[in-house]
């Protein structure tokens, strides 16, 4: 099989745009003009580093792991490694930032928090914090960041970007956890929409059935369609359906496997059943796909 390049054109995309005083390596890099970023595809695409998207002014319409927000600066929003990215619109005055970070950069800074797991899981939940403008003290780390990057002096400047990020992350779980306090805790439902969730992102490749899904969380397929119409307002097939798709996408656009290859890395029983599978849900076939790409 061809080894993959994976998310290689949003990733080389982010490259071309971000200037030598907006990175330090590949560990962390700004970029001024999020709409640009989003601007490149309207495709879902699976995001490899974390990425806080710091909102001044206007809306946005994005979809994080199949799930919809609407989004009113100002505010910010973070997602993390593996998750599925897709902006959807956004108003014509939109001003945002994005600052990206390297898995090996963000992994060191939540061990060093002490709160990996509360603090991902709260992110999953609900990745977004609107904020009056009185609160908004991200784009001043934002600033402080490239303040830092743009610096002639060379030393340190890593273990810098580490601690300013840090407080970034500190002042995000301190205003998540405010936000947390007021909000109603979790039912049952987002609960098991969570847990689905987690078991399409494992088992995606593999399953395409409802029944399995349902034999995993001890409940009929029924209840479980139901329950996620009643969170999301579409059924647990449609979002089944949506996340293949937007794997199916992803590697056609992003790694140099064939159709034939793709049809076996998500498990269907030939090219034809995958073409016929790719075709009903975006009204063409995956060799048009890649070329319109």
């Known amino acids: 099989m061809t080894d993959r390049i994976p998310y290689i054109k949003w990733r080389s995309y982010i490259d071309e745009i971000t200037p030598a005083d907006h990175r330090i390596g590949s560990d962390i890099l700004l970029i001024d003009n999020a709409e640009s970023l989003a601007q490149?595809?309207?495709?879902?695409?699976r995001v490899d580093m974390t990425m806080a998207l710091i909102y001044d002014k206007?809306?946005?319409?994005?979809?994080?792991?199949?799930?919809?927000?609407?989004?009113?600066?100002?505010?910010?929003?973070?997602?993390?490694?593996?998750?599925?990215?897709?902006?959807i619109a956004h108003s014509e005055d939109i001003s945002s930032k994005v600052i990206l970070m390297s898995s090996s950069f963000s992994d060191s800074l939540f061990v060093n928090m002490g709160e990996t797991l509360p603090l991902q899981s709260a992110i999953i939940r609900d990745p977004v914090i609107t904020m009056t403008n009185e609160e908004n003290v991200f784009g001043q780390f934002y600033q402080l960041l490239l303040n830092v990057m743009s610096s002639p002096r060379q030393e340190y400047k890593l273990e810098v970007a580490k601690h300013l990020t840090l407080s970034f992350f500190y002042g995000y779980s301190n205003m998540k956890h405010e936000v947390?306090?007021?909000?109603?805790?979790?039912?049952?439902?987002?609960?098991?929409?969570?847990?689905?969730?987690?078991?399409?992102?494992?088992?995606?490749?593999?399953?395409?059935?409802?029944?399995?899904?349902?034999?995993?969380?001890?409940?009929?397929?029924?209840y479980l369609s139901t329950v996620i119409k009643e969170v999301t307002g579409r059924t647990a097939l449609d979002m089944i359906e949506e996340y293949v798709i937007s794997e199916c996408k992803a590697l056609l656009m992003s790694t140099t496997m064939n159709v034939q290859q793709i049809s076996d890395e998500l498990n269907f029983p030939s090219q034809s059943v995958f073409g016929k599978y790719f075709k009903r849900l975006t009204g063409m076939s995956p060799k048009e796909y890649r070329k319109n790409l």
């Not at 490149?40 to 695409?45: G, H, K, L, Q, T």
């Not at 799930?67 to 599925?84: C, F, G, T, W």
């Not at 947390?180 to 992102?201: G, Y």
């Open 40 to 45: 490149s595809s309207y495709e879902p695409f």
């Open 58 to 87: 206007g809306w946005a319409d994005i979809r994080i792991n199949m799930r919809d927000y609407h989004v009113e600066a100002p505010a910010v929003i973070v997602i993390i490694k593996d998750q599925v990215y897709q902006p």
């Open 180 to 222: 947390q306090e007021v909000e109603r805790a979790s039912t049952r439902q987002e609960e098991i929409f969570n847990e689905f969730i987690k078991l399409l992102e494992t088992h995606h490749k593999r399953e395409r059935e409802i029944g399995f899904y349902a034999g995993k969380m001890c409940m009929t397929p029924k």
